[in-house]
């Protein structure tokens, strides 16, 4: 097992470089920042094309979970690994074992947990080795396990509480979900029981059966952003606002669980001349680690949703603050977030203590 800390002038982020050649398991673990408490982000699995392609997805991966963690009010820093999914056949257990032995080098300053392409059979994998990986089902009662649902969750309270500042609510909304994954179906049945019509696309034809058996309109990956919806919910791969996408656009609220939606940080501003409503994609997809805290500070799962239902008030009052500045919701999130994150000043609210 090959492991190097790798320095950078001018950054403030500890990389660490993997690579375990039994395994094929090759990645990247990045604390971006430590002012509010542990690093904590989750480990990705996907085929990128070289190494400085995977190094710079973990790097802005890891700044925004610094930034979603200060924002969700968590006494976490931020952090993020990103294992690059091999070509041929590996050794799964072998690779998520050797991703453990990477973990521990940060002896508990990067706790890691699931993200797109790895499971929580992964994460088990990563806890024989190391102790500091959450994600796993725990005691009855007590936070944790897949955190997918609480993601999902978070972003339908987003979607609530901006259509109920114009007194609406599902009825007659059509909503199109870009991605039916672990968190895109678990917001889709959300949408359905309110009584959101949907529209959905994915690349894999399995999830697009499933959407037919639940009576949702199937749409094409290339449509899906200009498809007839009143909202747009990316719940994909980032980068999905674009200058390209977003003169396409039809919906006039954006809200969805992918990280880094935008292509660029102008395309802010583009939605915003366009009169599109943006919600900064880590303010409503905070669930997901709002529940894999929990269940690192031993917290009840009844707390959990409480603390999602939080995200409805902070994103409201993050796009009042826009609106009452003529500015995007995205320039007033990174301020606060920057703000919380370079002064280390924990939220009032945020009670979590983690018993030693
Ligand atoms: P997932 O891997 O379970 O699902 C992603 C889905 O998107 C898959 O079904 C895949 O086939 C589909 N997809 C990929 N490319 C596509 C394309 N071009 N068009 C349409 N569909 C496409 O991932 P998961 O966990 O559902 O996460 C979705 C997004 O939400 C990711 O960006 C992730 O980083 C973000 N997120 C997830 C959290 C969680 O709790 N799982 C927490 C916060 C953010």
Redesign the pocket.
Known sequence: MDIVELEFDGRDQRVLRFEHAQSGARGYVIVDSTVLGPAMG?C?LWHYPDDDTALRDAQRLARGMSLKNAMAGLPLGGGKAVLQLPHGPFDREAMFSAFGEAVNKFAGDYLTA????TTEEDMRCVREISPFVFGLPTAKGKAGGN??P??ALGVFRAMSALLARSGRDFSGVTVAV???????IALCDLLHDAGASLIV????RA?LALAVSRGWTVSS?EE?HRAPADIFAP????AILSAETIPQLTASMIVG???NQLAASDDAERLLTRGILYAP?YIV?????INVAAEYFGDDASEVSLRVDGIADRIVAIVEQAASEGVSPAVIADRLAEARVSSGAKLPTAKLSRAS
């Open positions: 989750g990705r699931e993200d797109v392409g955190p997918s609480w993601t870009q991605g039916l994954g672990q968190v895109g696309a994915d690349v894999n999830r990956v899906i719940c994909a791969l980032g669980a992918a990280n994609d997809n905070a669930g997901g680690i």
